[in-house]
């Protein structure tokens, strides 16, 4: 493939599709040789990984009620 | 105790071992009913519906995949069940893709404040774009995603293909970068 037919469109698709696989195919060499040049694309790809970040670190405990609850309806209360 | 005679104790009837069961999984489970339901009374009815079902069904459980997987099923059968019953949400359609790459804003993203876990303005954020994401999305987004299940287990889980559960993720992934960085454009 040549470089000129990867359009920055493809290579979002591509971030969103391929992002955590360890691909090594010519389209991913593709790819990759075009993240380097294009920032925009760079930011893409960075913005992605920060939403997939932000859901990860939102995270809730469960309330002691609802643990005690829990154990309570299950009959498995100490 | 190793989880393999915890289960097994707990399947011969040992209340011991089957209340470590289910302190050791709580959490797990309660904060991920949260993430596909956005609401805390909610997240505590699907963590008390899988746990009653684990109890129930815990005799058949064959070691033949990891426990984990087989609660994150039975916990993703109750989130689903509980979405279909509030039905109160319209969802964004995600059947044409191309829409999801166009881009009419353009964020700072260096300016979101990702790293604070307790920024109360991101986190509506993020409950308000995850909501208008269909509950399929949303889970098999969550399930490879946020909890590092690996595309086989989230199959496993959702009883989807392998390439649906790639299709999946890819706009989910997509459509929630899109909603985020409107939101802070």
């Known amino acids: 493939m040549k470089n000129e037919k990867v ?43 920060i939403t997939i970040d932000c859901y990860r670190k939102y995270n809730v405990q469960v309330p002691e009620e609802a643990h005690d609850r829990l154990m309570k309806m299950l009959g498995l209360e100490e | 105790m190793e989880e393999k005679k915890l289960i097994e104790r707990a399947q011969s009837g040992d209340k011991k071992a089957l209340a470590d069961l289910v302190k050791n999984y709580e959490q797990t489970i309660y904060n991920f009913a949260f ?55 319209p969802f964004v359609s995600l059947d044409d893709d191309e829409n999801l790459f ?4 353009a964020a700072d993203w260096s300016s979101i404040p990702y790293k604070d876990t307790e920024n109360e303005e991101l986190k509506i954020i993020l409950d308000k774009a995850i909501q208008n994401l269909s509950p399929d999305y949303r889970l098999v987004f969550l399930l490879r995603d946020v909890e590092g299940l690996s595309t086989e287990e989230t199959a496993q889980v959702t009883e989807l293909t392998i390439p649906a559960v790639k299709s999946r993720l890819h706009r989910a ?5 899109k909603e985020i960085n409107e939101a802070f454009s």
């Open chain 1, 7 to 49: 359009t920055c469109k493809e290579v979002m698709k591509h971030v969103c599709e391929s992002l955590g696989e360890n691909l090594n195919d010519d389209r991913c060499i593709e790819i990759k040789k075009h993240l380097d040049l294009c920032p925009n694309c760079r930011e893409y790809f960075k913005s992605v990984e």
């Open chain 2, 35 to 89: 993430k596909i339901c956005r609401d805390k009374n909610y997240a505590e009815q699907i963590m008390q519906d899988t746990f009653y079902s684990m109890v129930k069904s815990l005799h058949q459980f064959d070691h033949n995949s990891k426990l984990s997987t087989w609660l994150y099923r039975i916990v993703a059968n109750h989130c689903l069940m509980m979405a279909r019953k509030l039905k109160n949400h």
């Open chain 2, 102 to 105: 166009e881009e009419k804003y």
């Open chain 2, 173 to 177: 992934r997509a459509f929630l970068r």
